[in-house]
């Protein structure tokens, strides 16, 4: 298996641009999850999702953050529109329920 | 609430010697517990998990963590560190009715030759 793939790997955009960011999960899990790190805030959970129905999105920060899963194979997180503030390195993870997760690479994110 | 805690920012050990990296938690439930590793431009990997069993637990690349439910702790070691052991450690929790998983604020290990 290839793993969890996120695209683009990095981002650069300026403040008011809406930014999009993709991932695919791992064949056959059920969960997937949006983090974002940051160095002042490390590791935040954004939004779950389990058999693609959003189950948590109390960690996203504003409504300028919105994020999809239209089937079992994809999901996008998108900024719109896209602040300073917002950048730091967004991972997605899936996993089995009670299972550990599998984080992709990232997407370094730079609004300027 | 779920919390942990990674009380050193960094670890520094000498290749060859014994290293321990520390994580306390608070959890409602049985805690699942696991630790994971992110080395620079990567995301994070897991090493090893707690739900249930045998205190000591082992994992990926030589780790192994031991739980210790009186002192809600679950520090992570290792008898002999290598010098490619040097990355960003993460201890992370949840409760075993919950689906949120919470990390701590990242150990930085430094082995040096």
């Known amino acids: 298996d290839a793993g969890v793939i996120q695209s683009p790997r990095h981002e650069v955009t300026e403040m008011g641009q809406e930014v999009t960011l993709r991932c695919k999960p791992i064949?056959?899990?059920?969960?997937l999850f949006w983090y974002r790190q940051t160095m002042m805030r490390g590791l935040e959970l954004l939004i779950y999702f389990n058999n693609n129905v959003p189950i948590d999105d109390s960690g996203m920060p504003e409504d300028r953050f919105s994020a999809k899963m239209p089937n079992a194979s994809f999901s996008t997180l998108k900024i719109q529109p896209s602040e300073p503030r917002d950048s730091a390195v967004y991972f997605c993870?899936?996993?089995?329920?009670?299972?550990?997760?599998?984080f992709g690479n990232g997407t370094r994110l730079t609004v300027t | 609430a779920q919390s942990v805690a990674q009380p050193e920012d960094q670890v520094n050990v000498a290749e060859g010697n014994p290293l321990t990296v520390k994580c306390t938690y608070s959890v409602s439930g049985n805690p699942y517990l696991f630790w994971y590793v992110q080395y620079p431009n990567r995301g994070l990997q897991f090493l090893l998990k707690?739900?249930?069993?045998?205190?000591l637990v082992k994992g990926s690349y030589g780790f192994e963590a031991e739980f210790n439910k009186s002192q809600t702790s679950f520090h992570l070691k290792k008898p002999s560190a290598l010098v490619s052991d040097s990355a960003l450690y993460f201890c992370?929790?949840?409760?075993?009715?919950?689906?949120?998983?919470?990390f701590g604020s990242g150990t930085r290990l430094l082995v040096r030759p």
């Open positions: 707690y739900i249930t069993g045998d205190n």
């Open positions: 993870a899936s996993s089995l329920i009670n299972s550990p997760l599998h």
């Open positions: 064949s056959g899990h059920n969960s």
């Open positions: 992370a929790v949840k409760g075993d009715s919950s689906y949120k998983l919470i």
